[in-house]
């Protein structure tokens, strides 16, 4: 069946502008994830989502970051004001129901803030 | 948080030899320790995963071991083989996240 879907493959925007990601994930599946990865590093947790509410998002680093999972399928995340920094790997995984199952990630979004 | 560490963070070996990669976890609570493998510009994608009611488990030429009381898990690669090159990363679970380490890149020489 389909797996995790993300787009944009590749965004590249300036700084200061607004971005959004998008993540569709695997059908029937109602946790939803997104991690962000930067080189030579391991996926870092941002948000996770069961169902359309986030159950954790400790993960955002300030409130420039923002996700939605409105229907409880696509998810997308927001980013304002981008920085520099920001510039990363955005992944998103989804699993079936949360906890300990496991995650089928997205080939990610790479994000390139100039 | 859990406090994750993966050691070593490069490993070279030649082809047909074994592999292991070591994770170090700080909370006691976790329960569910996964490896994951992404090759270069790829997903990572879960290749073998223990639960803390078992000491190991194999599939076959991959295996992890865990030690609940010491709090670390294995990555074994047996036979390792070219196609095996790509970074590794534990992921051990702790209420509602898994934290990743930092990962292992595996060289395999032919």
């Known amino acids: 069946g389909a797996g995790v879907s993300q787009t944009p493959s590749n965004k590249v925007t300036e700084k200061g502008k607004y971005v959004e990601l998008r993540c569709d994930p695997i059908?029937?599946?109602?946790?939803l994830y997104w991690y962000r990865q930067s080189l030579g590093q391991g996926p870092e947790f941002l948000i996770y989502?069961?169902?359309?509410?986030?159950?954790?998002d400790s993960g955002l680093p300030n409130d420039r970051f923002f996700a939605v999972r409105p229907e409880g399928s696509v998810s997308t995340l927001k980013i304002q004001r981008t920085e520099r920094g920001d510039s990363a790997v955005y992944l998103c995984?989804?699993?079936?129901?949360?906890?300990?199952?496991?995650?089928?990630f997205g080939n990610g979004t790479r994000l390139t803030v100039t | 948080g859990e406090n994750v560490e993966q050691h070593p963070s490069t490993l070279s070996v030649q082809e047909g030899d074994s592999a292991v990669i070591k994770c170090t976890y700080s909370?006691?609570?976790?329960?569910?320790f996964p490896w994951y493998k992404q090759e270069l510009g790829k997903r990572p994608q879960l290749i073998i995963d223990?639960?803390?009611?078992?000491g190991e488990k194999k599939d076959q030429r991959i295996a992890v071991t865990l030690n609940k009381t010491a709090k670390h898990f294995s990555l074994h690669i047996t036979e390792t083989q070219p196609e095996d090159s790509a970074v590794y990363f534990c992921?051990?679970?702790?209420?509602?996240?898994?934290?990743f380490g930092s990962g292992t890149k595996l060289n395999v020489k032919p």
């Open positions: 909370d006691s609570a976790s329960n569910y």
């Open positions: 989502f069961q169902g359309t509410g986030a159950a954790d």
């Open positions: 059908s029937g599946h109602t946790a």
């Open positions: 995984a989804s699993s079936l129901k949360g906890g300990t199952s496991p995650l089928h």
């Open positions: 992921a051990p679970w702790d209420f509602n996240k898994f934290y």
């Open positions: 223990i639960r803390s009611n078992v």
